[in-house]
């Protein structure tokens, strides 16, 4: 054997081996078992706590039913009963999850087989003496790890986030006493008063209201706070529709009530979806899953092709078999891709950069690449399909049907009827509304930075801009007809009413109210000219038409009061009033957002609609934003009634689920993937974060959005806007294509250096690349060369590709055949010019200088080619389009340079200076990679257009 491939090793080195390995297979019995005992332990603990009455649908039953199955009564309970229930319910809190130490979430980070490949590498290159790339290497496994311990933990985050929600007081009746005491002390039975502002401190059965409405959009997606009321509902009446009934963790906006306790901590809606969160399980995501096959691969080719190497030197040509190990040692390192992890954790960063910029927000690395394998983009209705902002689209007057123009908030639009703008003061009837919506009205907006804020109820937001659209300056107003008096809305009346006067003696009452119960209490409707008999048939069919555009509906009428009247009473209204017109409001969908859900559609991903809303409204949306027909759409009940097999089938078939409850989401969700989709989800409040957590890509609202939904997603919205998750999409798409070449630029430079040493050891050869030589090339150029394509930009048909399969090996056929060619023109090349050099009289440095050289050279112009992986690279931005490569390859020109020319570096790497002819011949060489790939590409593209693939 020559003396050039005996590499000072000895047996201390196959000691160091056997204990690197003694230490990895402990560590890995040490991971195994860590992680039995804390799955143990959480089974042990995650015990349910016991509910107040699991056969009670409390929300079907009437007050009397339900304080006697509570043993409790309006004057709450006594200290004696209080105490036994605290016993046998527990404190009124969630329980806390069992988490794992920080040292154990940190060790088991390195529990993976490409970075114990990785260490094993760090490892024999410190035993080589250098010290610097063992540095290096080690640095990216302990880099990797810190980041997945970073990220970790995202479901106890959530949890915590959940317990922040619970209310941390309330008033509670007590032996016919008023006390404050701390939530978390209530106990089924309990009796609760609440007013404007509280936050609900458990599941309340309500047995009194006065105008009681509750923000409920945490636990439905509903935009609008829902009226409640004291009569019981069905059993199969949706959680949104349940107005007897008031949640843990939703807040009071108006009005007061009382409610008995009927659940606490983890037997509450907000407790349960805590449950369910704890037992969602994690997705590895599709570059995990293929990085954990390809490291698989990977090690067992090394293993395979350094132990078949290691046979033939000891069998065929006589080397020592302690050389030989030695040298299959060697073979492996020259095989391992030490940059491939640097360069995927960098790829990955850059895409979280990119996407930063465009308003999505990454909190898990993997997630960037994810994104770009979507199928499935599954969005909740209200603030990211929509704005979160009621607008009023319709007004119906005796005279006719009039469009408004607008979105949200801002009160830029005007008035149309048909398809042409009109004079408002031609419409004296629609005028007199518009005054009413805005003087009938106690909500205020105001414009901060160019954003119109509203401060109030969504419904009178939606009416006060309306007055605005019409030319009224509210204050003005307000100084002009001064209110007197006002019957707020209550669920009994069902209306709102307000008492003008102006400074001339002429009073007027103004009132809003639900349409059917206004066209009852008037008894004449308002036209161009003068007062007529109601049509009631004609306001009827206006209401009808509205509502099946998924319009929210509201009537507006006035009635004429005297100077001297002060007062209101609500029984004053019974009838004759004058009908003005009704109106008809939505949250409208985002312009920006319609485009995005086209633009996914036409990059072969299916958008699907699931939301807590009414079928009727989330059909009017999804018509609008062209999601699902209109028309075959599925609710709650609907998925209730389904197996999951049935569901699966459904979930291809149907876009828009409306009334789902967390449950129905996390169903759908899981339904899509078992059917092979992957599934993006995206959600603003606690209901949607079990579904969050369990999608491959969860997505949560960084303005609307709660702390529990963002703790669970992998994604946030920082705009709120579904546009962003098209974005998102396509950087991901980016990221997967940049970490594809990549891996095409970096395989084929170690099969090169790999083919060179068998390749030697075969013909009985010196080693045209010594083992050091070997380190410099892999870390130099993937710090530079490889470096340069992660921030390639998208490609132009980026998104009218179909989503890739997220099953799709990582080494495909044609990237193992393009690694295969790649790597025998590089060892053709640098070993024929290797050889070259030795037939003409070289010494071994020149030659091996030569041949390190011409290895370097091989990689810059096969950078140009992998820029495009089918695409040809012989166009203007193909060349110069990436100015990071050009930077790239000036600088590693310069590294080559003092590689081959300064003293220091020759005497470290036993290299000697070149003259121009050789370079010339170099470059000629190495050149030829460029053409031959491109060729290669060329017929890849005709067979491709011939077969139709």
């Known amino acids: 054997m020559s003396e050039d491939l005996v590499w000072s090793f000895d047996l201390a080195v196959i000691e160091w081996l056997i204990v690197i390995f003694m230490l990895v297979v402990l560590g890995s019995l040490g991971a195994y078992l860590t992680r039995r005992k804390l799955a143990a332990v959480k089974d042990a603990i995650r015990q349910p706590l016991k509910p107040a009455d699991d056969s009670s649908h409390w929300h079907t039953l009437k007050n009397t039913q339900v304080f006697a199955l509570l043993d409790a009564g309006e004057d709450g309970l006594t200290q004696d009963k209080v105490n036994l229930r605290v016993g046998e319910y527990g404190p009124n809190r969630l329980p806390e999850a069992n988490t794992r130490s920080p040292l154990v979430r940190f060790f088991i980070q390195f529990h993976n087989l490409l970075i114990y490949v990785l260490l094993v590498a760090s490892g024999v290159t410190a035993m080589l003496g250098h010290w610097v790339d063992a540095g290096v290497i080690l640095a990216v496994v302990v880099v990797n790890a810190v980041i997945g311990f970073v990220q970790e933990g ?81 059993a199969d009446t949706a959680l949104g529709d349940r107005r007897c009934m008031a949640y843990s963790g939703t807040l009071v906006t108006y009005g007061q009530g009382s409610g008995v306790v009927v659940a606490t901590g983890a037997s509450t809606e907000i407790g349960r979806i805590s449950t369910m969160l704890a037992q969602v399980n994690t997705l590895t995501t599709p570059l995990l899953r293929q990085m954990g096959q390809f490291a698989r691969w990977l090690t067992a080719a090394i293993i395979a092709i350094a132990v078949a190497t290691c046979v033939f030197g000891i069998m065929f040509r006589d080397y020592p078999a302690a050389e030989m190990f030695l040298a299959a040692v060697g073979l492996a390192v020259a095989a391992i891709p030490e940059g491939l992890p640097a360069i995927m954790t960098i790829t990955l960063a850059i895409g979280v950069q990119r996407m930063a910029r465009r308003h999505a927000i990454i909190r898990r690395l993997p997630a960037v690449e994810t994104l770009g394998s979507v199928t499935v983009i599954c969005s909740d209705k209200t603030g990211t399909l929509t704005c979160n902002e009621m607008t009023i689209q319709s007004v119906a007057t005796a005279t006719g049907l009039f469009a408004v123009s607008g979105t949200g908030y801002d009160p830029h639009g005007g008035f149309l009827l048909g398809d042409s703008d009109i004079v408002l003061q031609d419409y004296p009837v629609l005028l007199e509304l518009t005054r009413a919506s805005l003087l009938c009205n106690d909500a205020v907006l105001d414009e901060r930075d160019g954003e119109w804020l509203l401060q109030g109820d969504p419904t009178e937001g939606a009416l006060l801009t309306l007055g605005i659209k019409a030319g009224f300056d509210l204050p003005a107003e307000q100084k002009a007809w001064p209110r007197s008096d006002v019957i707020p809305f209550e669920s009994e009346n069902r209306f709102m009413a307000t008492l003008h006067h102006d400074h001339n003696g002429h009073g007027i009452v103004y009132i809003k109210g639900a349409p059917e119960r206004l066209l009852e209490m008037c008894t004449l409707q308002r036209s161009r000219d003068d007062d007529i008999p109601i049509e ?23 009635q004429p009061a005297g100077d001297d009247q002060r007062e209101l009473m609500s029984a004053d209204f019974e009838s004759g009033l004058t009908l003005l017109g009704i109106v008809g409001m939505i949250d409208p969908p985002r312009e920006d957002a319609i485009q995005a859900v086209r633009r996914c559609q036409s990059a072969g991903i299916a958008v699907k609609m699931i939301t807590g809303d009414h079928a009727v409204t989330a059909a009017a949306i999804g018509a609008q934003m062209r999601i699902g027909d209109g028309e075959n759409i599925r609710t709650g009940q609907d998925i209730d009634s389904l197996d999951e097999e049935a569901l699966r089938t459904v979930v291809t078939e149907v876009d828009i689920f409306a009334r789902s409850s967390p449950e129905h989401k996390l169903r759908l969700v899981k339904a899509m993937q078992a059917y092979g989709q992957v599934v993006a989800m995206s959600g603003v409040g606690v209901f949607v974060a079990p579904a969050l957590k369990s999608a491959d890509v969860g997505t949560a609202m960084g303005q609307n959005g709660t702390e529990v939904a963002k703790e669970a997603a992998e994604m946030v919205l920082a705009n709120d806007n579904f546009a962003s998750i098209a974005h998102a999409v396509e950087e991901g798409r980016t990221v997967y294509d940049n970490l594809k070449k990549a891996i095409l630029f970096i395989l084929p430079t170690n099969g090169g250096e790999a083919l060179t040493i068998i390749a030697a050891i075969l013909l009985g050869r010196m080693l045209p690349i010594t083992p050091v030589q070997i380190l410099w090339v892999n870390m130099i150029t993937a710090v530079t060369l490889a470096l340069a394509l992660a921030f390639e930009p998208a490609e132009h048909n980026i998104m009218q590709r179909p989503p890739r399969d997220s099953r799709e090996p990582l080494l495909t056929g044609m990237f193992i055949w393009r690694i295969a060619f790649v790597s025998l023109i590089l060892v053709t090349g640098t070993f024929g010019l290797f050889l070259w050099e030795r037939e003409h009289g070289a010494g071994i440095e020149l030659a091996r200088t030569v041949a390190v050289n011409t290895l370097v050279m091989f990689e810059i112009f096969y950078l140009f080619n992998s820029r495009y992986i089918k695409a040809s ?55 030829s990679v460029l053409f031959l790939v491109e060729l290669e590409k060329a017929v890849i593209r005709r067979r491709e257009r011939i077969t139709g693939m």
Do not use: C
């Open 536 to 558: 009631s048939e004609y306001w009827r069919q206006q209401t009808d038409v509205m509502a099946r555009r998924g319009l929210r509906v509201l009537a507006i009428a006035l």
């Open 154 to 234: 995202k479901a106890e985050n959530a949890l915590r986030a959940i317990r922040r929600m619970l209310s941390p007081h309330a008033v509670v009746i007590r032996n016919a006493q008023r006390f404050t005491i701390p939530a978390e002390e209530l106990v089924p039975g309990d009796v609760v008063l609440l007013q404007s502002g509280d936050k609900i401190p458990a599941d309340l059965r309500l047995f009194h209201i006065r105008n009681l409405q509750i923000q409920e959009s945490i636990l439905t997606g509903e935009s609008v706070a829902v009226n409640k009321d004291v009569e019981p509902v069905k």
């Open 873 to 927: 690279v012989f166009n203007l931005n193909g060349l110069l389009g990436n100015r990071y490569a050009l930077i790239a390859v000036a600088v590693l020109i310069l590294f080559q340079g003092s590689f081959t020319y300064l003293g220091p570096m020759q005497a470290l790497f036993g290299t000697v200076g070149i003259d121009f002819v050789t370079w010339v011949r170099i470059i000629l060489v190495a050149s």
